[in-house]
């Protein structure tokens, strides 16, 4: 029996791929509602390094823990860019 290699994953399991995906977020320290998301699997773009920015800790895709962030839109984001930009609110004023 041959095996079919062109098996397209349904739309559930693509979501539960992003959904446990996770994020690395960093922080611009002189504008500390500006957060960059990166997925832990990918290497950290080069903007990130020096004094600018700070590690903020990790998010899941699926969170709700940041106000601002949106896992599907940061999952799509990382596919083409490498990371995701967002505006948090939490800091705002």
Known sequence: MLADH???PNE?????SRR??????FRRREAPDLFCAVPEDRVVPPF???EDWEFGGRIAADSREQPG??????SRAA???GF???QGW????
């Open 48 to 50: 990130i390094a020096g």
């Open 20 to 25: 446990a995906c996770a994020f690395n977020l």
């Open 6 to 8: 062109n098996i397209v």
């Open 69 to 74: 962030f949106d896992g599907s839109i940061a």
């Open 12 to 16: 559930a399991a693509v979501e539960a």
């Open 79 to 81: 596919r083409f860019n």
């Open 90 to 93: 939490n800091h705002c004023k």
């Open 84 to 86: 995701y930009l967002f």
